[in-house]
T-cell receptor, first 118, second 112 residues
């Protein structure tokens, strides 16, 4: 079974530029997550999709970050304009979770995109 | 608010020695608890998870963890560490609707 795919693996940009990341989840997984992992910290959830609807985007800096999941499969995360503090690894994860407060489903993570903002 | 504390930033263990990584959580209800491992340049891989029942949970790669409600802890253990276990380990608590809150991680170094 193919895992979660992400591209690019690495990206270097200047501050105030824009950047986009792509994620292809495991086939059949209803829920997709984007996490931000700053060096020395654990991953922090940015946004959670269930199919093509947003479940939680409370920690997404909406003035500069946007995400979409068209057709409930692939997803893109965009930053515009980027700031120095956006330098981090952006992880995508997916799971079979399809609702309900209590779930034992596992989140499967992709390899991440390492973003450096100069 | 839900939180996870991993008090050790780095731990060095000799190959073949035993390992224990500490994790303390703060959560109002019965927690769902997870341990993930992250090797350099890789995503996170689930080692084990606890939802209910037996408080000693077995995982992959010879790891186990014990849930202690009285101590709000979920420490990860391995009886004999291999050089390939060198990685960063993250403890996480599930806060409902499958959201995870992660700790800051513990980097494991394995010496020959």
């Amino acid at each position: 079974e193919a895992g979660v795919a992400q591209s690019p693996r690495y990206k270097i940009i200047e501050k105030r530029q824009s950047v986009a990341f792509w994620c292809n989840p495991i086939s059949g997984h209803a829920t997709l997550y984007w996490y931000q992992q700053i060096l020395g910290q654990g991953p922090k959830l940015l946004i959670q999709f269930q199919n093509n609807g947003v479940v939680d985007d409370s920690q997404l800096p909406k003035d500069r970050f946007s995400a979409e999941r068209l057709k409930g499969v692939d997803s893109t995360l965009k930053i515009q304009p980027a700031k120095l503090e956006d330098s981090a690894v952006y992880l995508c994860a997916s799971s079979t979770f399809s609702g309900g407060r209590h779930s034992t489903d596992t989140q499967y993570f992709g390899p991440g995109t390492r973003l450096t903002v100069l | 608010a839900q939180s996870v504390t991993q008090p050790d930033i780095h731990i060095t263990v000799s190959e073949g020695a035993s390992l224990e990584l500490r994790c303390n959580y703060s959560y109002g209800a019965t927690p769902y608890l997870f341990w993930y491992v992250q090797s350099p340049g890789q995503g996170l891989q689930l080692l084990l998870k606890y939802f209910s029942g037996d408080t000693l949970v077995q995982g992959i790669k010879g790891f186990e963890a014990e849930f202690k409600r009285s101590q709000s802890s979920f420490n990860l253990r391995k009886p004999s560490v291999h050089w390939s276990d060198a990685a960063e380990y993250f403890c996480a608590v599930g806060t409902g609707f499958q959201k995870l809150v992660f700790g800051t991680g513990t980097r494991l170094l394995v010496s020959p």
